[in-house]
């Protein structure tokens, strides 16, 4: 299928929207008009930018000079030349425009569009002339047109940002905790001209109908666009399949423009998460002929593997996992009644993950960010990945690249925080866009869980609302996930509170107070699964001079720079959001002062955010499958800021990253909290599907005294108590371990002993830590 790029350099036009007599594209060049120079795909931001117009948002303060613009219209015109010798039937493919769009060819309208998230396709036929010819669009200020309408007591916005509510554009641009103010528009992803075939193979969707190691069955549903279709047709699917030296093929008689088939596969290659196999895919190519002749051909990635999620009807009680007397196993089966857990071919499958956030405040950038974050991603250890939804919906690389990883995709809608609007013109809206993305996304064997939105049952249930009530999570959504991907799991929102019935609620959102990590918030929950749980950290020294001016690095309090980093604080000041108040608090908290040295601070966050992040995995782990997965927040920063993310906005990596990277290895020695006169116990998990011999060792660091060490042989998917080991009376005592399983070595730490820590202790042991198997430098961190 030919294709003509239109990204490249446009020239950007810009006023505050109406204050100019300008409504048709042939008007601005006598208008007097700001002009600039503008980069496709692109925010126009970024292109004030590179002209000198506006200071770098991402320094000091500059976030809010954006703040003017966002009642600003921008015209975006180039020109382009269709070569000789081109199809006649083209369609203008636009995959990302921010946000109130029309579009003119030569001065004709050819189409407007509303909603930043998916892409829009426009038919330009009537407009489109042989050789030169001139494209432009105009986009409108969201912030006029939402000033424009009109809002129910019921709809709700967490955080004051009722302009969004009727506004379908990614929610974090109109400020969040964890990304700044940034209304932004723009042509944010690729645009061109794309030729339309006379027939086509147009709708495809691959699902598991059986999976074994033995055979596997795949279903096929396929929709058509045949330029002559009737009684003399002679038309077959015909599909082959490959994944290494594996092969299918498979034919089918069509009968008619829409059909399915169930494809026998041999001794197939299934597809399996990280750590619990490979994660094996087949390139199938789909073909359709009439007789003998070649019609259409499409080629998609599939995979061989069933994907369910077994929830039960009530949360549990709130429960710590304790030491036994002996070794012995110590995983408890899952409770039917309780559970939130995912299988994958049958085999229960403990959850080490992340939340995926904004890859950047202005998203035409996400691409070149794109690469690295992944490998982030990966080399992390996680086994599935949260789309959050304040975000946009990440591109096909994304999915592409969990596909290849093994990495399970939790995909929230893209609604947050908000109680939306419920008439039928916006659950139209909905509608579409749900349409769009589900189609877009479901044949990826990655995808496994469909979420209705981010914590819009808890907007219904503080209010004293029943979340039943919401039409988009419970009626728009799932209806459209049933038509159109019936194969895949749907919960209405994370967390779901079903009724409002908190007691209900399986899956959790851990923030709470925010305080010591090891508190009883922490050690006492009885969430099932845990789709956020998070802890501050403040990004490296050398990584904060390079978004805070020299003046204002330190101090921390009454810092107007610092403040504009703290992200809610665009409007307004709310002490209970203060995220780097409670920063310095959950130091003092651990080490019983803070520090009065920017070097010291970022060092001291960092360690307690380390050893945070750690304890949430490892007693996720310890919870089996009482708890069968943890997502904590967040892998990394969408712009510079003081915030939960483990790899700040530059991709240096926070202390953090390299205790978790250590902690999702998916055989790890685990060593608990000690409970009375018992001691801590080492507990080895395996979170495989087969059995694992383990040699490990456990040694004090300040002593080198060996305190366990053995070879056990732990079953497929269980935790094995080997040891128990006394715990200080007082003070901190540091321990370290070592294992390995198939040759390859691994380490690991537990800290025994509770609050205050004493910085320069732990600074000294530092680098007896990172010296462990998976090493790191122990002169950089927070550096």
Same mark, same amino acid.
């Given at each position: 299928?030919?294709?003509?790029?239109?990204?490249?350099?446009?020239?950007l036009?810009?006023?505050?929207?109406?204050s100019l007599p300008v409504?048709?594209?042939?008007?601005?060049a006598?208008s007097?008009a700001?002009?600039?120079t503008a980069l496709?795909?692109?925010?126009?931001?970024l292109?004030?930018?590179?002209?000198?117009k506006l200071?770098?948002?991402f320094l000091g303060?500059?976030?809010?000079a954006?703040?003017?613009?966002?009642?600003h219209e921008?015209?975006?015109?180039?020109?382009f030349?269709l070569?000789?010798?081109?199809p006649s039937?083209?369609?203008?493919?636009?995959?990302?425009l921010d946000?109130?769009a029309?579009?003119?060819v030569?001065?004709v309208?050819?189409?407007r569009?509303?909603?930043?998230?998916?892409?829009?396709?426009f038919?330009?036929?009537?407009?489109l002339?042989?050789g030169r010819?001139?494209?432009?669009v105009?986009?409108?200020?969201?912030?006029?047109?939402?000033?424009?309408?009109s809002?129910?007591?019921?709809?709700?916005?967490?955080?004051?940002?009722e302009?969004?509510l009727?506004?379908?554009k990614a929610a974090?641009g109109?400020g969040?905790d964890?990304?700044p103010r940034?209304?932004?528009?723009?042509i944010w992803r690729?645009?061109?001209l794309?030729e339309?075939?006379e027939?086509?193979?147009?709708?495809?969707?691959?699902?598991t109908?059986a999976a074994?190691?033995?055979?596997?069955?795949?279903?096929?549903?396929?929709n058509?666009?045949v330029?002559?279709?009737?009684?003399d047709?002679?038309?077959?699917?015909q599909?082959?399949?490959?994944c290494?030296?594996?092969?299918?093929?498979?034919?089918?008689?069509v009968?008619?423009?829409?059909?399915?088939?169930r494809?026998?596969?041999?001794r197939?290659r299934?597809?399996?998460p990280?750590?619990?196999?490979?994660?094996?895919?087949?390139?199938?190519t789909?073909?359709l002929f009439?007789?003998?002749?070649?019609?259409?051909?499409?080629?998609d990635?599939?995979?061989?593997?069933?994907?369910?999620?077994?929830r039960g009807n009530r949360a549990?009680?709130?429960w710590t996992?304790?030491?036994?007397d002996?070794?012995?196993r110590q995983?408890?089966?899952?409770?039917?009644?309780?559970q939130?857990?995912f299988?994958?071919n049958g085999?229960?499958?403990?959850v080490r993950g992340?939340?995926?956030v904004p890859?950047?405040?202005?998203?035409?950038?996400?691409?070149?960010?794109?690469d690295?974050?992944?490998?982030?991603l990966?080399?992390?250890g996680c086994?599935?990945?949260?789309?959050?939804?304040?975000?946009?919906?990440?591109?096909?690389q994304?999915y592409?690249a969990?596909?290849?990883l093994?990495?399970?995709?939790?995909?929230d809608?893209?609604?947050g925080?908000?109680?939306?609007?419920?008439n039928?013109a916006?659950?139209?809206?909905?509608r579409?866009?749900?349409?769009?993305v589900v189609?877009?996304l479901?044949?990826?064997?990655?995808l496994a869980l469909?979420?209705?939105?981010n914590e819009?049952d808890?907007?219904?249930?503080?209010d004293?609302?029943?979340?039943?009530?919401?039409?988009?999570s419970?009626e728009?959504?799932?209806?459209?996930v049933?038509?159109?991907?019936p194969w895949?799991?749907?919960v209405?929102?994370?967390?779901?509170i079903?009724g409002?019935?908190?007691?209900?609620?399986?899956?959790q959102?851990?923030?709470?107070?925010?305080?010591?990590?090891?508190g009883?918030f922490y050690?006492?929950h009885n969430?099932?699964?845990?789709?956020?749980i998070?802890?501050?950290?403040c990004p490296?020294?050398?990584?904060?001079?390079?978004?805070i001016?020299r003046?204002?690095?330190?101090?921390?309090?009454?810092?107007p720079?610092?403040?504009a980093?703290?992200?809610y604080?665009w409007?307004?000041?709310?002490?209970?959001r203060?995220r780097?108040r &409670?920063?310095?608090?959950q $130091?003092?908290e651990?080490f019983g002062a803070v520090?009065? #040295?920017?070097?010291?601070? +970022?060092?001291? @966050?960092?360690i307690?955010?380390a050893?945070?992040?750690?304890y949430f995995?490892?007693s996720a782990?310890?919870r089996?499958?009482r708890?069968?997965?943890?997502?904590?927040?967040?892998?990394?920063d969408g712009w510079p800021?003081?915030?939960?993310?483990?790899?700040?906005h530059y991709?240096?990596?926070k202390l953090a990253y390299e205790?978790?990277?250590?902690?999702?290895?998916p055989?790890?020695?685990?060593?608990?909290?000690?409970?009375?006169?018992?001691g801590?116990p080492v507990?080895?998990?395996n979170?495989?599907r087969?059995d694992c011999g383990v040699a490990?060792?456990?040694?004090?660091?300040d002593t080198?005294?060996? &305190?366990?060490?053995d070879? $056990?042989?732990?079953?497929a998917?269980?935790n094995w108590? #080997?040891a128990?080991?006394? +715990?200080?009376? @007082?003070?901190c005592?540091l321990l370290?371990?070592?294992?390995?399983v198939?040759?390859?070595?691994?380490g690991g730490h537990?800290?025994?002993?509770?609050?205050?820590?004493d910085?320069?202790?732990?600074?000294a042991?530092?680098?007896?830590?990172a010296?462990?198997?998976?090493?790191?430098d122990?002169e950089?961190?927070?550096?």
């Open positions: 299928m030919r294709t003509l790029t239109l990204d490249g350099e446009w020239t036009y810009h006023f505050p929207e109406d409504s048709h594209p042939e008007e601005l006598e007097g700001e002009r600039v496709v795909p692109g925010n126009v931001e292109d004030l930018v590179r002209a000198g200071p770098d948002p303060d500059n976030i809010h954006l703040r003017p613009l966002e009642f921008w015209w975006y015109v180039r020109e030349t070569p000789e010798g081109c039937r083209w369609e203008l493919v636009c995959e990302g946000t109130l029309t579009v003119w030569n001065g309208e050819i189409g569009a509303a909603n930043m998230l998916i892409p829009h396709v038919d330009p036929a009537e407009a002339l042989p010819n001139t494209l432009a105009r986009l409108g200020s969201v912030l006029n047109k939402a000033a424009a309408q809002y129910d007591p019921v709809t709700l916005s967490w955080e004051r940002r302009e969004g009727r506004i379908r974090h109109w969040w964890i990304m940034a209304v932004s528009a723009g690729p645009i061109y794309r339309r075939p027939n086509a193979i147009s709708g495809l969707y691959y699902w109908h074994s190691e033995g055979s596997a069955v795949l279903g096929v549903h396929f058509l666009a330029k002559r279709f009737g009684p047709s002679r038309l077959r699917l599909f082959h399949g490959v290494g030296d594996a092969v299918f093929d498979h034919d089918t008689p009968e008619f423009v829409a059909g399915s088939a494809i026998p596969v041999d197939p299934l597809w399996w990280k750590g619990y196999g490979a994660p094996d895919c087949y390139t199938v789909a073909r009439d007789g003998d002749t070649l019609l259409a051909e499409r080629v990635t599939a995979g061989l593997r069933m994907v369910a999620l077994e549990g009680e709130p996992p304790e030491p036994r002996g070794a012995g995983d408890i089966p899952p409770d039917p009644e309780t939130f857990l299988r994958v085999v229960p499958v403990q992340t939340n995926w890859l950047d405040a202005f998203h035409s950038r996400d691409a070149e960010r794109l690295r974050a992944l490998a982030l990966d080399d992390s086994n599935m990945v949260r789309c959050w939804g304040g975000n946009v919906y990440e591109s096909d994304f592409d969990c596909d290849r093994g990495i399970l995709v939790w995909q809608f893209a609604f925080c908000c109680r939306y609007p419920q039928d916006f659950l139209d809206k909905v579409a866009e749900a349409e769009a189609v877009r479901r044949n990826h064997p990655s469909w979420a209705g939105d819009i808890m907007c219904y249930a503080v004293g609302l029943n979340p039943e009530q919401n039409r988009i419970r728009v959504l799932p209806r459209v049933h038509r159109l991907d895949r799991a749907y209405p929102s994370s967390p779901h079903p409002g019935d908190e007691s209900r609620m399986m899956e959102h851990l923030w709470g107070p925010r305080t010591y990590y090891k009883p050690t006492r969430a099932s699964f845990i789709g956020e998070g802890y501050h950290g490296n020294a050398s990584s904060v001079r390079r978004f001016d003046e204002h690095l330190w101090p921390w309090e009454g810092n720079q610092w403040k980093h703290n992200t604080h409007r307004h000041d709310d002490v209970d203060d780097i &409670l920063m310095a608090n $130091v003092r651990t520090p009065d #040295t920017l070097e010291d601070f +970022a060092l001291a @966050s960092q307690v955010q050893e945070a992040k750690k995995v490892e782990r310890l089996k499958w708890t069968s997965g943890v997502l904590w927040w967040n892998l990394l800021q003081f915030s939960d993310a483990v790899v700040d991709f240096t990596r205790y978790l990277r250590r902690a999702q290895r055989v790890s020695v685990v060593i608990g909290d000690a409970a009375g006169d018992l801590a507990v080895v998990c979170d495989t087969t490990f060792r456990v040694w004090d660091a080198g005294e060996t &305190l366990c060490g070879t $056990v042989n732990v079953p998917g269980a108590q #080997t128990l080991i006394p +715990a200080p009376r @007082s003070g005592r370290l371990a070592e294992w390995r198939d040759g390859e070595a691994f537990g800290l025994l002993g509770g609050p205050p820590l910085l320069a202790q732990y600074r042991r530092l680098p007896l830590i010296a462990l198997p998976r090493p790191f122990p950089e961190a927070a550096r």
